[in-house]
């Protein structure tokens, strides 16, 4: 027994051997550090087994909600699994409360600085900032200059970057006010982590988080103006292809904002106004996941796509709250940092409390002298990120390489700075079933309302993902922690939902319906039932093509592989000239219209439509929708063979019957539903029809036709055995597909439900309204026309009725577009300058 | 010199427009020199949200938005205003160029701290080596600042070739140096590059200039256009007008609009509108003259 730890958590940390640096967990001798004590004991007692079991349930519980994030330049896997490691980092309540003091110190010097910036623009002219600091870089915009501040605060939302240095004093690697991502991450950390380890997670009294989200709620209705209803709320996304659209999603379904796209909304009479199904709605406010920048193409960047024209001057009449404000990035300077004590004395008569990383500016001639003498221990950034311009480590530099940098920073010297290369301190990380030191880097984040700042007590903590790395990004494979900060005494559990002090008006709303929003749905609708249909044709005739023994001498298995191919629309498949050949060998066509996420009418390529259309809306969807969403993607995952393809196609159809019952019963029954169910109908109707025209060429021999198939695909055996009993009548079986009322996967059926679905539709313009559902009219009266007398006969006008039943569906889904999806065309410039 | 200046722009589009929002500096603004009586701007159809301002540099600038599907649009600025001579300029006085760009760094000056923004690269005018090395020779050891820039614009004026229809406003300077002609912005933008390159403040004028009609001739109405330059800041002396275009000084026959770091910052009309598909453009500019 060593003598310089205690007994229990000594096993555990057998093996933890951080380097020189600061380790968060242990001192330089070895002994915990005594705020960790309580946690690594617990630890010891799961155990190493039980601790990768928890991580394992973490993981799970993040792929189910859906946690994600976008790694950009990588097409394979464009969305990966959000990383979290089990072991919080752990932050003493009165280390914090320092922490929060600083915090608050720089956020309010910040703002100061953004309201003269913005305001009457006096620090420079009074010689407290060099010009060029100021108007060098990209974040400084001059036609957000005098526009009034929402509710009078210029930086609602601010996250700093911190880091340990050696001597374990905290310092600002970073500050960031353009559009702050990681709250939303470390809120489902949370959630995670408390869940997965339950009692640990009581027992050691962290500060709760639920307090912090209902901050930024209060910060948007209060910066929203002082409406007495409540106020519309937008979060603006560039889209599902942003790094961090998971956050969007979940901080907009969190905090009951509308999730919108810039072709969402337009300015009008210099309000901002979301486009719904029921026409314009007003916009009190704006919570912008978009860079300043690109937010207005009339008076910032004329090639932005991701903007709204006349956005500015709405929020400059004041009539819509901009947070964070457009011009916000300005302090997201690197070259202000020398700068931040003279400020802070010379705007709050205090010093500043939470010192930034060392940086010196090279627009500053001493600073510049030292930074080219020093350049080899050094980082060297541009003050501007935005161009292709990157951060250098001076040490990775060849002697010629050095010499040139040396050269363009004195050439522009004003656009450099350097910084000190920060230690950082190593934190404990679970690493192959131990723990390990990793370098991190924290983000915590604040939001202000009228009165002041409040900081999210925790945090997002971020680990590099080898031991020797200090760069630490998601974007290079970095993992996630979770924050905790002991409390001294526990904190009551406080939910998201709280009693509102004023009676809330009852809401009807929550139900906006942008275009964009109601196609996606639509899609998403269609998609899955299109996946379904595939799915079970591609089942039952895998069932008959993998019976060996059998399948050379069924009389059926072409008819029903020509049906796969009308179903999957995957022309031309065993429905063309080169149908002979396909059949006698139709394995590796059949394992494209499962697999192939590139060939159209696949099962793959049906799911993964759905995931985009889905993803699109993503907040639009519960968790548990979106956890059997998760699930239908990995079903139809490597590995592609077909030998346990029928289980899979089992399992897909039970989770798409799941996704099926999640929105019929957990949807409200808005427009969202019903664009789904209108997408899901016509898609079912769409796709029985090409079974039956698949099955029953023009002129087939009954016989021919494999009925105990169809009915299987049909989901019908059951109801039509119990009627009829004996065996396959063709008008019988026609009847029950095409034109019973009561068989809910009928065709007349879908028409049924379309009919009563469109009785609901509002918004669009009277003749626009009045073409599907005259479409749909035509289509009945064609389907009842095709019943003769004596039921229907499986002659050749079948086929021909068929088809015309088809265009006239497809021209409902056309006529839907036109009608309700137009999307916000894309905005043109008059002139274009640069 | 008193002037009515009447800039008409016509749009013509080939689709309706059903959402439209602009920002025009049309409006000649106050300077020390000159004084703007009367500026009003017509625009058809009736914008249904007009709304003014000064920007970042003190320009007048006009907000106005069509909300309504409207096919054209045609935006008319009158202007009356009076125009005094410059005070002559001593071009051979005056701090060197090396003086002049030293006395921008010196802390403690007001003025050359509000210059200092004009020295740093816009998105139209920026620096680069071989600006730099077009600027070089009209900046030799210890002249003058005023007749260095007077002779980069002459040089100017001399190499490059005036040609309307070469350029669009969207030409890079280093495109127009290594083509050698342009039009009066491409000039101006080359001219605040070359400044820029050397360490020197200079900023872009847009505004108009009265063209007389050969002798013996009428003078053709809307045959004017809109014109730029660009101006350099002088130590103690403030900012002085240069006309690369026509090598020489502006005087009382230059109208100023507006001011800016480039033609960005200052662009007479421009606007973002939804739909329109193919559009027409026809600018007039009539600049007659009020005095007897």
């Not at chain 1, 709405?314 to 300077?333: D, K, Q, T, Y």
């Not at chain 1, 139900?511 to 998609?527: H, K, M, S």
Request: aromatic share 6%; with cysteine.
């Amino acid at each position: 027994m060593s003598e310089t730890r205690p007994s229990a958590p000594s096993d555990l940390l057998d093996g933890y051997r951080p380097g020189a640096g600061y380790d968060e967990c242990v001192e330089p001798a070895g002994r915990p550090r005594a705020h960790w004590e309580y946690l690594l004991r617990a630890l010891q007692g799961l155990g190493p087994l039980e601790l990768g079991q928890r991580r394992r349930e973490a993981r799970r519980m993040l792929r189910e909600h859906g946690v994600t994030y976008n790694v950009y330049d990588d097409a394979q896997a464009d969305e990966r699994l959000w990383p979290l490691d089990p072991i919080p980092l752990l932050i003493p309540s009165a280390e914090w409360q320092a922490i929060e003091h600083g915090l608050v110190q720089r956020a309010e010097l910040l703002e100061l600085l953004l309201d003269d910036l913005y305001g009457d623009h006096t620090l420079v002219a009074r010689g407290l900032l060099p010009p060029e600091v100021v108007y060098a870089h990209g974040g400084f915009a001059r036609p957000c200059v005098g526009v009034p501040a929402p509710g009078g605060r210029n930086l609602p939302l601010y996250a700093a970057d911190l880091a340990r240095q050696p001597d374990g004093r905290l310092c600002v690697l970073g500050d960031r006010a353009q559009a702050p991502s990681g709250a939303g991450y470390a809120l489902e950390n949370r959630l995670v982590l408390a869940r997965v380890l339950p009692s640990l997670f009581r027992d050691s009294h962290v500060h709760r988080l639920p307090p912090f989200l209902r901050r930024l709620r209060a910060m948007l209705a209060a910066l929203a103006g002082d409406a007495d209803e409540a106020p519309h709320v937008v979060l603006l996304t560039p889209g599902p292809g942003n790094e961090t659209y998971f956050e969007h999603a979940f901080l907009a379904s969190e905090l009951g904002c509308t999730l919108a796209q810039a072709e969402d909304l337009a300015v009008r009479d210099e309000r901002l106004w979301l486009r719904t199904l029921e026409g314009l709605r007003p916009v009190d406010a704006v919570l912008r996941r978009v860079d300043g920048a690109f937010c207005d193409p009339l008076e910032l960047r004329g090639d932005s796509l991701l903007g709204t024209p006349g956005l500015l001057q709405a929020a400059r009449a004041g009539r819509v709250a901009l947070i964070n404000p457009l011009g916000a990035s300005a302090v997201e300077n690197p070259a202000l940092l020398p700068f931040l004590p003279a400020l802070s004395r010379a705007l709050l008569g205090e010093d500043l409390a939470l010192p930034s990383v060392a940086t010196w500016w090279c627009g500053d001639a001493d600073a510049r002298r030292y930074v080219l003498a020093h350049l080899a221990e050094l980082v060297i950034k541009p003050i501007d990120q935005h161009g292709s311009a990157r951060s250098v480590f001076g040490d990775a530099l060849t002697t010629p390489q050095r010499q040139a940098l040396a050269e363009r920073i004195a050439a522009r010297p004003h656009a450099f700075v350097a910084q000190e290369r920060v230690p950082l301190s190593t934190a404990p990380t679970w690493i192959d079933g131990r723990l390990e030191p990793r370098a991190m880097v924290l983000r915590t984040f604040l939001a202000a309302d009228r009165d002041g700042y409040a900081v999210m007590p925790g945090g997002l903590c971020r680990v590099a993902p080898t031991p020797d790395s200090l760069v630490v990004s998601n974007q290079r494979g970095g993992v996630s922690k979770d924050v905790w900060v002991l409390a001294s005494e526990p904190e009551r559990e406080v939910g998201v939902l709280v009693p509102a002090a004023h009676p809330l008006p009852v809401e009807r709303g929550g139900q906006e319906v942008p275009g964009r929003v109601a196609d996606n749905l639509f899609w998403t609708g269609r998609y899955a039932e299109r996946a379904e249909s595939a799915a079970r044709v591609l089942r039952e005739a895998l069932r008959r093509a993998l019976d060996l023994d059998a399948a050379p001498f069924d009389p059926h298995l072409p008819m029903l592989l020509r049906s796969v191919t009308f179903v999957t629309g995957a022309y031309p498949g065993f429905a063309g000239p080169n149908a002979p050949a396909l059949l006698g060998a139709p394995d590796a066509e059949l394992r494209a219209l499962l697999f192939d996420a590139t060939r159209q009418g696949s099962v793959r390529f049906a799911l993964d439509a759905l995931a985009r259309a889905a993803r699109a809306v993503r907040d639009r969807f519960s968790t548990d929708t979106w956890r059997v969403l998760g699930a239908l993607q990995r079903e139809f995952g490597e590995p592609l063979n077909l030998d346990d393809a029928l289980e899979r196609l089992d399992r897909l159809l039970l989770l798409l019957a799941a996704f099926g019952g999640l929105s019929a019963d957990s949807m409200s029954r808005g427009q969202r539903w019903r664009f789904l169910e209108i997408g899901r109908r016509l898609e079912r109707g769409l796709d029985g029809i090409a079974m039956l025209r698949g099955l029953c060429p023009p002129g087939v021999e009954p016989a021919a036709v494999p009925w105990e198939s169809v009915l299987v695909v049909a989901d019908a055996s059951i109801t039509y055995r119990r009627r009829y009993r004996a065996s396959a009548d063709p008008a019988a079986v026609l009847d029950l597909l095409l034109d019973d009322e009561t068989n809910p996967r009928s065709v007349v059926f879908q028409l049924i439900q379309l009919d009563a679905l469109f009785d609901g539709l509002g918004g669009a313009s009277a003749a626009e309204r009045t073409a599907e559902r005259a479409l749909l009219r035509n289509a009945l009266a064609e389907l009842r026309r095709g019943v003769a007398p004596g039921g229907r006969a499986l002659d050749r006008t079948l086929d021909e009725s068929l088809g015309r039943l088809q265009e006239l569906l497809a021209a409902i889904s056309d006529a839907l577009a036109t009608a309700y999806f137009s999307r916000g065309a894309r905005p043109q410039q008059l002139v274009r300058v640069v | 010199m008193r002037y009515r200046v009447v800039h008409t722009t016509r749009y013509a589009y080939g689709a309706p427009v059903v959402l439209a929002h602009n920002e025009a500096r049309l409006q000649p603004r106050a300077t020390a020199r000159q004084a703007c009586a009367l500026s009003q701007v017509t625009i058809d159809p009736l914008p249904a949200v007009v709304a003014t301002r000064e920007d970042f540099f003190g320009n007048r600038v006009l907000y106005f938005a069509l909300q309504d599907a409207h096919d054209r649009l045609v935006v008319t600025a009158s202007s009356e205003v009076e125009v005094a001579a410059p005070a002559p300029v001593a071009l051979d006085a005056g701090p060197s160029w090396e003086a002049a760009r030293a006395r921008l760094a010196s802390p403690d000056e007001a003025e050359a701290r509000a210059a200092r923004q004009f020295v740093l690269d816009s998105p139209c005018a920026a620096a680069g080596a071989d600006v730099r090395a077009y600027a070089e020779p009209s900046f030799v050891a210890e002249r003058p600042l005023l007749a260095a820039v007077a002779d980069l614009s002459a040089r100017i004026h001399r190499d490059f070739r005036f040609d309307p229809e070469s350029t669009t406003v969207a030409t890079p300077v280093s495109e127009v140096l290594a083509q050698r002609h342009g039009v009066c912005q491409d000039f101006a933008h080359l001219a605040i590059a070359c400044l820029r390159a050397m360490g020197l403040p200079a900023r872009y004028v847009s505004g108009y200039l009265e063209t007389l009609p050969p002798p013996g001739q009428p003078r053709l109405q809307g045959a004017d256009v809109s014109h730029a330059w660009f101006a350099v800041h002088a130590p103690g002396i403030g900012w002085v007008d240069f006309d690369p275009t026509n090598d020489l000084l502006p005087d009382e026959r230059h109208v100023t609009t507006a001011w800016g770091r480039d033609y960005a910052d200052v662009t007479p009309l421009k606007g973002v509108i939804f739909g329109g598909g193919a559009h027409t453009l026809e600018v007039a500019v009539d600049m007659v003259r009020l005095d007897d």
